[in-house]
């Protein structure tokens, strides 16, 4: 087994770490800190393959904005007063295998459709070609995204306020 292969086996080993501990926590902070974990691995798989601005758009989306909003719900709805009755790990388990077969279903059918069957296709777009792209031709989505969170961020002050009694 060379470097390379070693290199590879923690980062799944990180991945799926986090993955399970997001999965199997019986804690929302410790679920959270579970998912962040398990996006830093799949960013270590980015860069694993040598695609180094997925890595950074990995960590600065996902590990950068997504938790940190997700932290912010969580904090701002405070403790669960009223719990909801608790999953077993069997249906944790259940439903994570459920979104695992739906997902690898649309991603076979996605790639099935995409990608021709013969040879590999080549790509020739440089990162500075897809950031020239982003910030060009991409500019709506990105003010669409933001103003998606900004509404997130308020409807969760609004749950939390509502959750509360306070009007």
Do not use: H
């Amino acid at each position: 087994m060379n470097f390379g292969e070693i290199i590879f086996l923690l980062i799944i080993i990180v991945t799926m770490g986090g993955a399970l501990m997001a999965i199997l926590s019986g804690s929302i902070v410790y679920a959270l800190m579970g998912l962040v974990t398990a996006m830093f691995g799949v960013a270590g798989l980015y860069i694993y393959l040598d695609s180094p601005f997925l890595a950074m758009m990995q960590i600065l989306i996902y590990v950068g904005a997504v938790s940190v909003l997700i932290a912010f719900a969580v904090m701002l709805i405070g403790p669960l007063y009223r719990r909801p009755k608790e999953w077993t790990t069997a249906g944790k388990f259940g439903a994570a295998l459920g979104v695992a077969l739906v997902t690898l279903f649309m991603f076979v059918r996605f790639v099935t459709g995409t990608f021709p069957r013969g040879g590999n296709p080549f790509f020739d777009m440089t990162t500075k070609e897809i950031g020239r792209l982003f910030f060009d031709n991409l500019v709506l989505p990105f003010e669409l995204i933001s103003l998606l969170i900004v509404v997130a961020i308020l409807g969760a002050i609004m749950l939390a306020l509502f959750s509360r009694g306070n009007k």
